[in-house]
């Protein structure tokens, strides 16, 4: 079972081990690169500097003549801030559903649980290929797509961590009272499953970051000339001889994130089960 | 338990149609000029109306869907609008190349991770367990087409050229063009199991019943094999199968990074080109194959169950 | 470790200063314990949950689970030191273990061939075995899975696999936990005659002290980690030494209804918050200081300083005459499903004002279906719940917030029934406002009062609380929406003896002071006697007996309840006494 605990005193209680630490220090730095990135950047990331993969600047040039630096200082953010959009998304609708699935049960729990079984039998890359195929590329459908392509693994998850707590008593204690089943859920049961929330929010993000990431990388996510990594190493990595810089930068930096983010959630999801079973403290 | 399987089937069944509307409406209903999307800006009212007319795109959705889905019951979903050639038969040697590349990975994989996650199990907390924790930690971060590029940057470039770093052939697949896509498709995938190995092993080896076989003196080689090891099949089998069927989506980005001839491959670049019956075609395959693995590991699970097993008797 | 030294004669199992330890805290679980048992004798290893009782059986096996480790100490059996390569041997053959709960203890996926095969012995060993325990020696039998097995069968087949080896000790961990009180009955005796048969050396553990009375020739009673009392039964049972073991006998409840019971204030302290000193300190009535400054030894088999001061009184108990009033609660022709199943068959049911009517009924026979229909908590059901005059819909939702509030439940078990992320203020509120509309002033602090705890714990969350608290807070949570009728569902099952006397003390107490009307839901026959005034008797989902208690349980009509009667282990002091 898991823990019933407040979302910061988890976050302290998996800070204690070592690689969560080491997985917070990793986001940072990636997160850190991307936010202020594009302040410290010597060019603009569409300006052509030089001769198409010619090395007089730092990292040299790319395919275009860009300079890669600058590319890969630009290239993170918006990367950042789309995963995130599609993991609050996903999380936040796979949560609602999950937990109305469980807790209502009945006609709401097979219909829910049912619409997530078709989303369920295409794999996350094909169902946004599906959508980009002809609607086009477009930001919000990006979004939208992986959100939703989320949504009923969350919703699984959380349904099955609110049916471990409406088996126990203290929510028939509240119904028994009378009170409200909204009140229900989002009183007795939301505050005894933010354990499994907290994993799948950090679960879900390394997800996004590497689904966005690989749309980008076929050419099927953000578009030329637009700096993103995913992009950069789809650009560059017919000279990966000559060029080596323009794809081993955005292939660290995003690696050096989801394995981050991994390693956080790993801690998240450690604490959460420590806690759930009063480990001797 | 023959009831139970024809039920899995049934419901399989309806999964399968449910998905062919979902395909049909992603590519046919979202908002947008469908026949414009595919043609470009600069396409002449002439050609548009060509097309219009080829894909049925003035009759009212629900013929649409019907005609499709007719044409896909007699094995003919219409032909691709790039290269004139009927879906089929564009689809079929790359259905069998992508099989072969997952068949790979996926024998490769199962019984590897199975016994290193078993072995990370008996060895808790020691350093053996700690390492293969962090390993399959970082690997099961990494999206697939990070852990490719690494491989071919290893492998395929710099001092150590052994392997290719893309397909280069004309459709035939050799042993040498399968290693890389392979390989990256077994560290997508085997992670996975090995965590889920490791952890249902964990229990298993803390359950009353491990406890008592040891109680009774008995070898911990037995206690192993006999008692722990076919209780953690069950569980695990269904996140093998899992992973197995997230195959059928990892070849995507595989095929892609490396140009392996597979329907991956062909699905990224009919959707660039926006080749309308080809995504269909393929975007259903895949998750029709997703669907059958799926139904397959039910059924494993349920023989695999004394319970389930003995309640027909 | 020693070296392995053999004398002649069988000198049974010998423990000297065996201590456990928790890793990574280094805290006792099992401090410094000395017993003996010698061949054919069976020594009741009592103590309440946390006493250290499961690790120092396991540990008996030099079998120590995954948090503890041997932090010194030995163990013998027959003069042979149970240490280092020795054990594998010795385990099984020498060795045996006898487990609470055999549903998770036999491997679901082998057949029960397999399993007693592996014990050693051939197949005709393994079949005579089996009749031994009684059970069938068929092939048919023997190719079973657990699952297809009864609770008693496979608690059986568990007997069996120890006994296979012929172990020169068995150690019973609760053997008959979850069984009916008939099952257990056979149980024992089949648990008695195998250890006679095979003369070996058995070490039961329970926290029952009627099982305990009933079946063992010694007892050692564990507190905190320690055996602070050991004897032979009668002696313990009979004239207790030890303040603690004194207190407990008076905590458990008397089937024949002489005597009161009366609960231990306070809970057993954890390995890890174990006070210096005597460990009963805290809650000990002849409490002197040095019993907080230094550890008592374990002298003439008590660990005391007082040793011999306290008595085992028998507080006489009165029966009260039962006068007749209006029925507070009534239910009619009853029947209620689960799914298609029927659990509750045309049950019709009166709850005088102000008295308590005990619901009687072993697990699956519908009781707490009962009790939660009743609530409005099942739904599913036909007949009429009337209270006051008043019919009920069925589903509580239906039901004004006035008809809620007039009837409160209290649930079974305290460590489920109290949301963990709430403070004790908040759970108690909780239903008074929704229900009273208007929270009066002090209301917490009342509703604690009267479940006698301190305002204080207001500000607490359940974790930091003990079982007897937390459902001391329940109840609180339940007088805070000032009911007429209080259900009780099985409210000390969870509990440990010396805590379930003092809520039972509770709920009495608030019956006579408050004239609250009780419906008592318990399996526990002997229990029956001691709270409620009228007895329903409840068996595959209808009564079948009923009436006054100290009449049904003088004279039972109803086979089943002359069989719960008869088959229940009875603590009866006057037995010691001559």
């Known amino acids: ?281 | 338990m023959v009831r139970l399987a024809v039920k899995r089937l049934v419901f399989g069944a309806l999964i399968l149609w449910a998905v062919s509307v979902v395909v049909f409406l992603a590519t046919a209903a979202l908002p947008g000029d469908t026949a414009q999307a595919i043609l470009g800006r600069e396409a002449t009212p002439e050609r548009l109306a060509a097309l219009r007319l080829e894909l049925h795109l003035d009759d009212p959705l629900v013929s649409q869907y019907f005609s499709w889905l007719g044409g896909l019951l007699t094995f003919d979903p219409g032909r691709s609008l790039v290269n004139g050639l009927p879906v089929a038969e564009f689809v079929g040697p790359r259905i069998v190349n992508s099989l072969v590349l997952m068949l790979t990975a996926a024998v490769v994989s199962t019984p590897l991770a199975m016994f290193l996650g078993t072995w990370s199990a008996v060895r808790r907390d020691r350093a053996a367990d700690h390492v293969t924790a962090v390993v399959t930690l970082v690997l099961a971060a990494l999206p697939e087409f990070v852990v490719g590029i690494t491989l071919v940057i290893v492998f395929a470039t710099g001092p150590l050229r052994l392997l290719p770093a893309v397909y280069v052939g004309t459709g035939q697949v050799t042993f040498v063009d399968l290693v890389l896509p392979a390989l990256t498709l077994v560290l997508a995938v085997g992670p996975y199991i090995v965590r889920m190995m490791r952890a249902t092993m964990i229990e298993v080896l803390e359950s009353e019943y491990v406890q008592q076989a040891r109680l009774k003196g008995l070898p911990e080689r037995t206690v192993l094999l006999r008692h722990a090891v076919p209780n953690a099949v069950g569980p695990v089998a269904q996140v093998v199968a899992l992973q197995l069927a997230w195959l059928a989506g990892g070849v995507v980005v595989v095929e892609f990074l490396f140009r392996y001839p597979g329907i991956g491959y062909a699905l990224v670049d009919a959707v660039n080109n926006r080749d309308l019956p080809v995504v269909q075609a393929l975007a259903l395959l895949i998750a029709a194959l997703y669907i059958v693995v799926n139904l397959l590991a039910d059924l494993v699970s349920l023989v695999a169950n004394p319970r389930v097993r003995t309640a027909i008797r | 470790m020693t070296t392995p030294e053999r004398t002649e004669v069988l000198t049974g199992v010998r423990v000297r200063g065996l201590t456990v330890a928790g890793v990574p805290s280094g805290a006792p679980i099992v401090d410094s314990v000395d017993l003996d048992v010698r061949p054919g004798e069976i020594l009741g290893l009592v103590g309440e949950s946390g006493s250290g009782k499961t690790t120092l059986g396991l540990a008996l096996l030099a079998y120590y689970k995954r948090g503890t480790q041997l932090a010194g100490g030995s163990v013998a059996i027959n003069g042979v030191d149970l240490a280092g390569a020795a054990v594998r041997r010795m385990r099984g053959d020498a060795v045996a273990y006898i487990p609470q709960s055999p549903a998770s203890a036999l491997n679901p996926a082998l057949r029960i061939r397999t399993q007693l095969g592996e014990c050693g012995g051939d197949d005709a060993r393994v079949r005579e075995v089996l009749r031994e325990v009684a059970l069938p020696d068929t092939d048919v039998f023997l190719r079973r899975y657990p699952h297809q097995l009864s609770g008693g069968q496979q608690q059986r087949v568990a007997i069996a696999m120890a006994f296979l080896g012929r172990p020169d000790l068995i150690v019973l961990d609760e053997p008959t936990t979850g069984l009916d009180v008939t099952t257990q009955k056979h149980v024992l005796e089949t648990v008695r005659k195998m250890c006679a048969t095979y003369s070996c050396a058995a070490v039961y553990i329970t926290h029952d002290m009627a099982v305990v009375a009933e079946l063992t020739d010694r007892i050692a009673v564990m507190y905190s980690g320690r055996v602070v009392e050991t004897g032979p039964a009668r002696t313990v049972l009979r004239s207790p030494q030890h303040p603690y073991t004194a207190r407990l006998l008076m905590a458990v409840p008397d089937l024949d209804g002489r005597r009161e019971i009366r609960g231990i204030p306070g809970h057993a302290p954890s390995p890890v918050r174990r006070p210096a000193g005597c460990a009963f300190a805290p809650r000990c009535p002849l409490v002197v200081d040095r019993c907080r400054d230094e550890v008592p030894a374990l002298e003439d088999g008590v660990r005391c300083f007082r040793a011999g001061v306290s008595r085992f009184e028998v507080v006489e108990r009165v029966e009260v005459p039962v006068v007749s009033a209006d029925a507070a609660l009534e239910v009619r022709g009853l029947s209620a499903w689960y799914g298609s199943h029927q659990v509750l068959e045309d049950i019709s049911l009166s709850v005088p004002r102000g008295q308590c009517v005990a619901l009687l009924g072993e697990s699956g026979s519908g009781k707490t279906t009962l009790a939660r229909a009743i609530a409005g908590l099942h739904p599913r059901h036909g007949g009429e719940v009337v209270l006051g005059g008043e019919s009920l819909p069925p589903s509580g939702l239906r039901r004004t917030p006035l008809q809620r509030r007039r009837i409160q439940y209290v649930f079974q078990n305290p460590y489920e029934s109290l949301n963990p992320r709430k403070t004790v203020r908040e759970l108690v509120l909780a239903p008074a406002r929704v229900l009273l509309g208007k929270v009066p002033d002090g209301l917490v602090e009342d509703a604690l009062s009267q479940a006698a705890l301190s305002p204080e714990l207001a500000s607490r969350y359940p974790d930091q609380l003990s079982g007897g608290e937390r459902q001391r807070v329940a109840i609180a949570r339940a007088l805070a929406a000032q009911p007429e009728v209080l259900v009780c569902d099985e409210v000390t099952s969870a509990l440990d003896v010396s805590v379930q006397a003092a809520i039972v003390e509770l709920i009495a107490g608030l019956r006579e002071r408050k004239g609250l009307t009780l419906l008592f839901v318990t399996h526990d026959i002997a229990l029956v006697r001691t709270v409620a005034q009228h007895v329903a008797v409840l068996e595959h989902g209808r009564i079948v007996e009923r009436g006054p208690v100290a009449e049904v349980l003088a004279a039972p009509e109803h086979p089943y309840t002359q069989a719960l009667m008869a088959d229940t282990p009875r603590f009866d002091t006057s037995r010691f006494s001559q």
């Open chain 1, 1 to 281: 079972m898991t823990a019933a605990v407040a979302p910061a005193s988890l976050l302290r209680t998996a800070a204690r081990t070592g690689r969560t630490r080491v997985g917070l220090v990793l986001v940072a730095l990636v997160v850190l690169t991307a936010l202020l990135g594009p302040l410290v950047a010597p060019h603009d990331p569409t300006d052509f500097v030089g001769v198409p993969f010619g090395r007089d600047s730092l990292f040299g040039a790319d395919n275009l003549g860009r300079d890669v630096l600058s590319r890969f200082l630009h290239g993170g953010q918006l990367l950042l801030v789309l995963s995130i959009a599609a993991t609050v998304v996903g999380v936040g609708v796979g949560t609602a559903l999950g937990m109305v699935a469980g807790y209502r049960g009945g006609w709401r729990d097979e219909l829910i649980m049912r619409i997530g079984d078709v989303v369920l039998a295409f794999p996350q890359v094909v169902l946004a290929l599906l959508f980009v195929s002809i609607a086009g590329p477009k930001v919000w459908l990006l979004v939208t797509v992986v959100g939703l392509s989320h949504a009923p693994r969350v919703a699984r998850i959380m349904r099955d961590a609110t049916l471990m707590v409406v088996e126990r008593d203290f929510v028939k204690a509240a119904e028994v009272t009378g009170t409200r089943r909204l009140r229900i859920m989002t009183g007795e049961i939301l505050p005894n499953v933010t354990g499994p929330l907290m994993v799948e929010l950090g679960l879900r993000l390394t997800y996004s970051i590497g689904l966005i990431a690989a749309l980008s990388f076929l050419g099927l996510g953000l578009q030329p000339p637009t700096a993103d990594w995913g992009l950069m190493i789809n650009e560059n990595r017919i000279a990966l001889t000559v060029q080596p810089w323009a794809v081993v930068l955005p292939v660290v930096a995003i690696a050096v994130l989801t394995i981050g983010t991994n390693l956080v959630t790993d801690g998240l999801a450690r604490a959460s089960a420590g806690l759930g079973r009063g480990v001797e403290r």
